[in-house]
C-alpha cells in the first residue's frame, strides 16, 4: 500500500493533491483494458476502477470503444497515471479490449495519433501490448 501510495503523489494524482501539469509532450503511451475483446466496456466503468484504487479520476487522456468512438479522458496537459516511465511526458491512449482489437479502434487509434503528432510534433509511441504494436506497422 504505500509503494503505490507514493507512486500516486509522486504522480500528484491523490485525491488531496489533485492534478498537475505536464511541462512537455514527448510521447504517446497506448494500453488497452485487458478486459475480453468481446466486452463493450465504457470510459465511465473504468474510470469508476481508477477511482476505486484512489486516482483523481480516469488515468488516460483517451478512450477507444470497441466501434471506434474516442472518448476524452484527463485534459491533454495533465499528468496522467499509469503510462509506463514517462507519466509526466506523454499523452496515453487506453483501447478498449485485450486483443483483436476491431477495424474501427485501430483507424481511430491511427487518426488521434496523427493529430497529437500534428498539435505536439514527431512524438515516441510506446505501448504495452504487442498487438497493438503490430497494428501500428
Known amino acids: 500500500k504505500k509503494k503505490k501510495r507514493k507512486q500516486y503523489l509522486r504522480s500528484g494524482l491523490m485525491r488531496n493533491v489533485g492534478l498537475r501539469t505536464r511541462k512537455e509532450t514527448n510521447s504517446i503511451f497506448i494500453d488497452h483494458t485487458n478486459t475480453p475483446s468481446n466486452l463493450d466496456i465504457t470510459k465511465h466503468q473504468v474510470e469508476m476502477q481508477h477511482r476505486k484504487e484512489g486516482v483523481l479520476g480516469y488515468k488516460y487522456h483517451y478512450f477507444i470503444t470497441l466501434d471506434g468512438k474516442v472518448e476524452k479522458g484527463r485534459a491533454d496537459d495533465a499528468i496522467g497515471f499509469g503510462l509506463g516511465l514517462h507519466n509526466d511526458e506523454a499523452i496515453g491512449i487506453q483501447l478498449a479490449g485485450s486483443t483483436n482489437f476491431t477495424y474501427h479502434q ?15 510534433g514527431k512524438l515516441i509511441i510506446e505501448t504495452s501490448s504487442k498487438d497493438i504494436e503490430q497494428e501500428l506497422k
Not at 106 to 118: A, C, M, R, V, W
Open 106 to 120: 485501430i483507424s481511430s487509434l491511427k487518426n488521434l495519433i496523427k493529430t497529437l503528432q500534428q498539435k505536439y
